[in-house]
C-alpha cells in the first residue's frame, strides 16, 4: 500500500495523528505525495518516525552509531525536510546499534509485516558512543532549524543497541538537553526492571509509542504485562504525541477498539 493510501486508511479508521515511518516503500516524488496529503487531510496530525522518506528501493538499516555518513546525513537532512512539510510533531529515531547490518532485510518471523536484518559484523563500544552522538546532535541542530523536537526510541536488546539500561538513557538525556524521548511503553516493558521510569521526566517525552508486550512486543493491548492504563491515563502524557505501532497481524477492528479506550483513558 503507498504512503498516501496508508494514511487515508488510518484516517478512515478516526485517528487524529498518523505516523509516517520506516515500513512504507520507496515511491518516486515522495513530496508531491506530501503535499497532497498535507492537503487532503488538514485536521490530521503527523510525527515521522525511523526512516522515512524512504531514499532507496532497498530497505535501509538506519544506524546512529555509524556516525554522520553521507546516508546518515542524508536520511536525517530528508526525515525533517519531510517533517516541516507536513508539520509533523516529532521526529523520532532508533539509537543506535553495535551491530552491522546489511541492507535488503526480510520480514519478521515473529511480527508480520515487520522486518528483520542479516547482520555482518561490529562496532566498538566507544567508537559507536562517540558516533552516536554526532548523530544526535545533527538532528538536534535541524530541530532547533526547524522548530520540531528530535526524539529517540527506547528499543530492546536485539542487535545489541548502544544504550540499554535506564542509567544509560538518562545519562544521554542529561548530556543533550533539548533531545526528547521517544517512550516506547511495549519496548520499556521488556528491558528496563521499572518499565515506568520515563514517566519521572514528563517534559523528557517526546512521543509515546503504544502496544503490549509479554515474550516479545507489539502485542495488542491486555493480551501482555505492560500497565497501559496507569501510563496512559497520566495527565502529563495528555498532549503527547501517542502512536499505535503494531505488525499486520493486528487488524482494523482492534486497532479501533484499542483507539477508542485509549481516548477514554485521556479524556
Given at each position: 500500500m503507498g504512503i498516501y493510501e496508508s494514511v487515508k486508511r488510518i484516517a478512515g479508521l478516526g485517528f487524529k495523528l498518523i505516523e509516517l515511518g520506516a515500513n512504507h516503500g520507496y515511491e518516486e516524488d515522495i513530496p508531491a505525495t506530501l503535499r497532497k496529503i498535507k492537503r487532503d487531510f488538514p485536521g490530521k496530525q503527523f510525527t515521522i518516525h525511523g526512516y522515512f522518506p524512504p531514499i532507496s528501493r532497498d530497505r535501509v538499516w538506519v544506524n546512529p552509531c555509524l556516525g554522520l555518513t553521507a546516508l546518515n546525513r542524508k536520511i536525517l537532512a530528508k526525515s525533517f525536510e519531510a517533517a516541516?512539510?507536513?508539520?509533523?510533531?516529532?521526529?523520532?529515531?532508533?539509537?543506535?546499534?553495535?551491530?552491522?547490518?546489511?541492507?535488503?532485510?526480510?520480514?519478521?518471523?515473529v511480527i508480520k509485516g515487520m522486518y528483520e536484518f542479516n547482520t555482518k559484523g561490529k562496532i566498538e563500544r566507544k567508537e559507536g558512543y562517540a558516533n552516536a552522538l554526532k548523530f544526535y546532535k545533527l538532528g538536534l541542530e535541524l530541530s532547533a532549524e526547524s522548530g520540531i523536537p528530535f526524539a529517540v526510541e527506547n528499543v530492546p536488546f536485539d542487535y545489541e543497541p548502544i544504550f540499554q539500561t535506564q542509567k544509560d538513557?538518562?545519562?544521554?538525556?542529561?548530556?543533550?538537553?533539548?533531545?526528547?524521548?521517544?517512550?516506547?511503553?511495549?519496548?520499556?516493558?521488556?528491558?528496563?526492571?521499572?518499565p515506568l521510569w520515563p514517566l519521572k521526566y514528563p517534559s523528557r517525552i517526546g512521543e509515546v509509542h503504544i502496544s503490549d508486550a509479554d515474550v516479545h512486543d507489539h502485542m495488542p493491548l491486555?493480551?501482555?504485562?505492560?500497565?497501559?492504563?496507569?501510563?496512559?491515563?497520566?495527565?502529563?502524557?495528555?498532549?503527547?504525541?501517542?502512536?499505535?505501532e503494531y505488525g499486520a497481524d493486528v487488524d482494523e477492528k482492534e486497532l479501533v477498539r484499542e483507539r477508542k479506550m485509549v481516548e477514554g483513558l485521556q479524556a
Open positions: 516541516k512539510m507536513v508539520d509533523a510533531l516529532v521526529v523520532g529515531f532508533h539509537p543506535g546499534y553495535l551491530t552491522i547490518a546489511e541492507t535488503g532485510g526480510y520480514e519478521s518471523k538513557y538518562e545519562d544521554l538525556l542529561e548530556k543533550l538537553p533539548k533531545l526528547k524521548l521517544l517512550y516506547d511503553i511495549g519496548h520499556a516493558q521488556l528491558v528496563f526492571p521499572d491486555g493480551t501482555g504485562k505492560v500497565k497501559f492504563k496507569e501510563i496512559l491515563s497520566q495527565k502529563s502524557l495528555k498532549n503527547v504525541p501517542c502512536v499505535f
